[in-house]
């Protein structure tokens, strides 16, 4: 998981390639993570003039923390504005208690998608975007002002874990239509 916080964005990719016209569903390497950021992620960025105001947030899974592309994060993001494992600013591990997409955004894709089990790994990813797609852009804007009180309740609780501290904006997740 990565996520972009400044004008409020946050991808999550599947990796495919194509070869002889067919799509692959692949893992996520460190070239294939460099060149997802090489090329889409940071051009993107650069379009919207807004990368020097990003700070860059992601796990510490081993495509992201890779020789390579800690070099190219802080080519364009600098030390200062990465928030990772092999950073000045660690991303604590295991806290899925702290990022949107693990305190709220999951849990509301599993329960939807899975209401009627998906009958192939195409259906699943298409049942994926279309929920993702179909969620507000102010839903998302409560998960990251959520994201915030969370990390003060952690602070105050020194670390500890908080799923005990709701998301309030689960109700707005769940206005939508299920597939």
């Keep these: 998981m990565v996520c972009f ?3 409020l964005y ?6 495919e390639e194509i070869t002889a016209n067919v799509i ?5 390497t460190e070239q294939r993570y460099r060149d997802m950021l090489r090329d889409f992620v940071i051009p993107r960025l650069q379009q919207r003039r807004c990368l ?9 899974a081993l495509p992201h923390i890779n020789r390579r592309v800690k070099h ?8 200062a504005r990465v928030i990772s494992g092999h950073f000045p600013t660690a991303w604590p591990p295991r806290s899925p208690d702290i990022t949107p997409s693990d305190f ?3 849990g509301f894709l599993k329960d939807n998608i899975y209401r009627k089990r998906p009958a ?9 975007r279309r929920h993702v797609l179909d969620i507000a852009a102010d839903s998302f804007r409560s998960a990251v002002e959520n994201m915030v009180l969370r990390i003060e309740h952690i602070v105050e ?5 908080v799923e005990q501290f709701k998301c309030y904006f689960f109700i707005l997740f769940n206005t939508h239509k299920a597939y």
């Design 24 to 28: 692959h569903t692949c893992s996520v």
């Design 10 to 15: 946050h991808w999550t990719v599947f990796f």
């Design 104 to 106: 709220c955004l999951w």
């Design 72 to 79: 190219l994060l802080r080519q364009h993001f600098t030390d």
């Design 120 to 128: 192939s790994l195409p259906d699943l990813k298409n049942r994926i």
């Design 5 to 7: 916080y400044g004008y």
């Design 157 to 161: 609780h020194k670390g500890g874990h």
């Design 52 to 60: 020097q105001d990003f700070i860059f947030i992601q796990d510490g």
